[in-house]
């Protein structure tokens, strides 16, 4: 998995770097099929930065989240919590799709009476 740190009108420095990486890298134990992640820091406006996150997915279209706080890592974690939610939402739909089949599809009860 691939993971790019950018900063927009400012600088992070190599301890916050290190930090944000480490919270990244645990996205993996929620979908083993991110293939890279880019975190984007806009300093523009020093009493509120946001951070957009961009995850890239095998077989799937990228999910994006974006959050602005007081701080670096604040927005970090409000980002992160919307991708997990995204992430878990995405699962739930492929595993509840792939789930359903015929043999699991049920007749209205007034159905089954004009038949007989």
Known sequence: M???ISARHGHLSAET???IREKLEKLRRLYDRVSAIEA???LEHVESPSLEL???VERNDDFIAAEA???????LDGAIHKIEQQLRKHKDKRRD????GLGRVEVPDGQESEEE
């Open 2 to 4: 691939q993971i790019n």
């Open 17 to 19: 770097q290190d930090k």
């Open 40 to 42: 984007t820091v806009d």
């Open 54 to 56: 961009r995850l890239s």
């Open 69 to 75: 706080s007081t701080s670096v890592m604040a927005a």
């Open 97 to 100: 799709r792939r789930s359903q």
